[in-house]
């Protein structure tokens, strides 16, 4: 079963130097139909004008990954992280007993873009912890695992059942997904046209995957996305 959330349809919030846009339930947006899927609980599409950012914030018992697709974003945290995450960066961030970050954007003049992610944890109340990544050989093309349980040399740890690929594909290119048939999956288009199984992606749509096994991409475009393998 394929099901098709469109860009239109997402929660749209703005505010001073920020665009966002939820594909599911998040802050003052709340739709019914749209809380989650599986483990994952927030895909936020931001888009941040330079000097813009978030102050120091909490979160708890939340996986957290930030995909910095233009730009760079400067972060600090109670844990004591000072970074810098450039695009085409992953930063993954354990909130678990309790952690405080500021995130706003490096350039004062330069836009920045995101997507901010959020899957539950395997279990509540985890000990703080924070990585970041370049994806390895930039996702040039085809599919480039970013995100795993366990995590690896070039791959972002989380503590859930879940695995995150940056995909990139070029117009007329095909890729077939990892996905078990006993799995689920989510697609996260971020620039050009897919076709998904012969249904249409634009930017900015996503697709929950359900009983379906190794499903095919095409691209109709230069296409750039997210592939969520989930339990």
């Known amino acids: 079963m394929i099901s098709i959330r469109k860009a239109a349809e997402r929660g749209e919030f703005r505010l001073d130097g920020l665009v966002s846009y939820h594909t599911f339930s998040f802050g003052d947006y709340h739709d019914p139909e749209h809380m989650g899927f599986r483990a994952l609980r927030v895909i936020n599409d931001d888009t941040l ?111 859930q059942d879940a695995k995150i690929y940056v995909g990139k594909i070029t117009n007329a290119e095909t890729v077939s997904l990892p996905l078990e048939k006993s799995r689920y999956g989510w697609i996260q288009l971020i620039e050009g046209q897919l076709t998904l199984d012969g249904v249409t992606l634009n930017a900015g749509d996503g697709a929950a995957l359900s009983e379906v096994a190794n499903p095919e991409l095409l691209a109709n475009s230069n296409a750039h996305f997210l592939f969520f393998d989930l339990a």
């Open 49 to 159: 004008v330079g000097g813009f950012g978030f102050p120091t914030h909490p979160h708890r018992n939340m996986e957290i990954v930030t995909y910095v697709t233009e730009g760079a974003l400067e972060h600090k945290d109670s844990m004591g992280n000072a970074e810098q995450i450039r695009a085409g960066e992953l930063q993954r961030m354990t909130a678990g007993r309790g952690v405080a970050h500021s995130e706003y954007n490096a350039s004062k003049t330069a836009t920045a873009k995101l997507l901010q992610i959020w899957l539950e944890p395997e279990r509540s109340g985890l000990p703080p912890g924070y990585e970041q990544k370049m994806i390895a050989n930039g996702a040039e093309s085809g599919l480039t695992l970013a995100v795993a349980k366990g995590g690896g040399d070039e791959i972002l740890d989380i503590n």
